[in-house]
């Protein structure tokens, strides 16, 4: 996290965006279960102001992000009760948000800004793990929590799993509240040079809410043998590919679990849009492309700025105008950016 020096009672808090590449374990033979990879970029984001000088508490953003208001008010209530603090004299405004539930975990990265806002401004040292908690994410993944911290490329190892444990039944963070955020067991620098092509198609947003629950439970468990192919290709496809900054490496084991285990399940679910946009990137031959989470989110992974942008153009003109958005993204190796502003 870079925290610019700085004091005073106005803060703002820059949040990367968060690629979700897969789950790893919905079977839970071992003992645990979840786990998952995923790496931070630096758009979209979420830009969070906040301060503690005003007359009244106020909650203020975009016409765009009014759905955003009620997650502020919940999440900062958690703060505010875990604290033992009144909301009295607290400004709050989203000045940047972008969708939620398409697979970018905007709300995980918003949920988390209001609550190190919070306790930056009421002068708390806690962790941004213990802060996840509060505001009830990284019920399943750890890598939204752990990339707001830190950045990067991140590799979760889910939680303990069986009667009595974290966790007793398949159930995404949204039903599972109750669960610690996931155990997060590295994190390394995503190449520099490494460029994305981040779509997110105009069709139905990804599954959440009871449709996500009745997926996880209808789904699961995954076949043991299935499970394990996963952790294979990520031991020894996708890490080595990240620390050999080796794109190809890390894209054939990408691809492959895309094939298989829970991603296979959640690709299956998308609208056909989203499987043309997969199939184009493999045809086009990019070296490395994936689905995000739920999607319909995808990603297309590069070595150059040139070669994004022609991969953009070519997106661009198979997609025409259907109302996408389409981002050019840089790794995010540092997570969340707080910096003290002037009013004035």
């Not at 806002?117 to 802060?131: D, F, G, M, Q, V």
Request: charged share 25%.
């Amino acid at each position: 996290m870079l925290i610019e020096k700085g004091s005073g009672n106005f803060i703002r808090i820059t949040t990367p965006c968060r690629i979700h590449l897969s789950l790893i374990d919905e079977n839970g033979y071992t003992g645990r279960v979840d786990g998952g990879i995923g790496l931070m970029l630096d758009r979209p984001n979420v830009v969070f102001e906040a301060s503690n000088d005003s007359d009244e508490f106020q909650i203020k953003a975009n016409k765009y992000y009014r759905e955003s208001i009620e997650v502020i008010n919940e999440k900062a209530s958690r703060v505010f009760k875990a604290f033992n603090i009144s909301n009295k004299n607290f400004r709050f405004n989203l000045r940047r948000y972008y969708p939620s539930h398409v697979g970018l975990g905007s709300k995980t990265q918003l949920s988390l800004a209001v609550a190190l806002a919070i306790a930056i401004l009421k002068k708390k040292e806690i962790s941004i793990r213990t802060l996840t908690k509060i505001v009830g994410r990284g019920g399943t993944s750890g890598i939204g929590w752990k990339g707001f911290e830190e950045g990067g490329f991140i590799l979760d190892a889910g939680h303990d799993f069986g009667k009595g444990k974290e966790k007793e039944s398949f159930l995404p963070s949204s039903a599972s509240q109750d669960a610690n955020p996931a155990l997060t067991i590295l994190r390394y620098p995503i190449p520099e040079n490494w460029r994305f092509v981040l779509v997110i198609p105009n069709v139905k947003k990804g599954a959440y809410g009871d449709e996500e629950v009745s997926i996880f439970q209808n789904c699961t468990p995954i076949p043991k043998e299935e499970v394990n192919e996963v952790s294979h290709q990520i031991l020894m496809k996708i890490l080595p590919g990240i620390i050999k900054n080796d794109l190809e490496c890390f894209g054939q084991g990408l691809k492959r679990i895309q094939n298989i285990g829970f991603k296979k399940i959640e690709i299956s679910m998308q609208d056909q849009i989203v499987k043309d946009l997969l199939t184009f990137f493999e045809e086009y031959g990019t070296k490395a492309h994936a689905m995000s989470s739920f999607g319909p989110s995808v990603i297309a992974i590069t070595e150059s700025d040139e070669e994004a942008l022609e991969v953009k153009k070519a997106v661009e003109e198979k997609l025409g105008r259907n109302g996408e958005h389409i981002y050019l993204s840089k790794p995010n190796n540092n997570g969340a950016k707080v910096k003290y502003i002037n009013k004035d």
